[in-house]
């Protein structure tokens, strides 16, 4: 049998992951997930460990109103209230779409600007700013912070085999999915188009592609100097320039999650 075997939310978009046994879903995918992001105070472009791979260290913890609890080694907890949806608003764009969201004020874009080490403002995404999932023909098809997709589907297995394959063992939060599922042989998630895991079907949209940041070690934030997992994954998973690891999802209708459901696969 199928069965959801772990659950990820990232508040902030490239900050710390939270673990989680129960999840409710919305139409952004898991409620609070990735509706924050550092921006560059300058030019409204989005930061990430892309660049800053010291994010990996920076917990941002959502809580049930919505708002944001900041810290970091060496520096004290800082709530954030959740913003006015229309007011403050900030200009920002994610891989070309350009967004309008609210600031979360100047207390917050001291504290990150602080820990960061460059100048950045703190952005929320309510319901009604968020953008069309690229390509989507549906007006009801959003997503808020995340690259592309609101939710991102790993099999264990899958991570099993790239382990072996590496060499060592690899951390799942390192690809950031929000749903793992065990059962499955390795890559079985590939052939997916729909699925659904305790009464709520999903579509399958496509792989997900990866990146540099897979290379950075979750525990301690330094880059892997042989840049593994993503120069073995090339060897095997690469296709016209990009390499892929996991499953991008579309939840289709609201609901709650819990680790140790089954999964089945519709088609």
């Keep these: 049998m199928l069965r959801l075997s772990s659950l990820y939310r990232f508040p902030m978009k490239s900050a710390i992951g939270e673990p989680l046994?129960?999840?409710r879903l919305d139409?952004?995918?898991l409620a609070g997930d990735r509706r924050w992001m550092l921006v560059d105070a300058d030019n409204g472009r989005f930061l990430t460990q892309r660049a800053f791979s010291q994010m990996s260290q920076l917990s941002?913890?959502?809580n049930d109103a919505g708002g944001l609890t900041l810290s970091a080694a060496g520096l004290p907890t800082l709530?954030?209230?959740l913003p006015d949806p229309d007011t403050h608003l900030r200009g920002t764009f994610v891989w070309g779409a350009p967004m309008h969201v609210p600031d979360a004020?100047?207390?917050a874009a001291e504290w990150l600007s602080g820990f960061l080490g460059k100048a950045c403002r703190l952005v929320h995404v309510p319901d009604h700013r968020a953008r069309d999932i690229p390509g989507s023909l549906l007006p009801e098809e959003k997503v808020g912070f995340a690259d592309g997709y609101p939710l991102l589907l790993i099999g264990q297995a899958s991570l099993d085999d790239l382990s072996k394959r590496v060499g060592r063992p690899l951390e799942m939060l390192r690809f950031r999915p929000n749903l793992v599922v065990e059962g499955s042989e390795a890559y079985a998630e590939d052939g997916w188009k729909r699925i659904?895991?305790?009464g709520i079907e999903f579509s399958v949209a496509k792989g997900c592609s990866r990146c540099i940041l897979t290379t950075i070690d979750p525990a301690t934030g330094e880059r892997n100097?042989?840049?593994e997992p993503l120069t073995t994954l090339k060897t095997y998973r690469e296709r016209e320039g990009e390499v892929y690891f996991g499953q991008n999802l579309i939840n289709r209708s609201?609901?709650?999650?819990?680790v140790g459901m089954e999964v089945e696969v519709l088609e």
Aim: hydrophobic residues 40%; aromatic residues 4%.
């Design 21 to 23: 046994q129960q999840a």
């Design 27 to 29: 139409g952004l995918g």
């Design 196 to 198: 659904r895991i305790g």
């Design 254 to 258: 609201a609901g709650v999650l819990e």
């Design 60 to 62: 941002a913890r959502w």
């Design 105 to 107: 004020g100047d207390e």
């Design 225 to 227: 100097a042989d840049r």
């Design 79 to 81: 709530e954030v209230p």
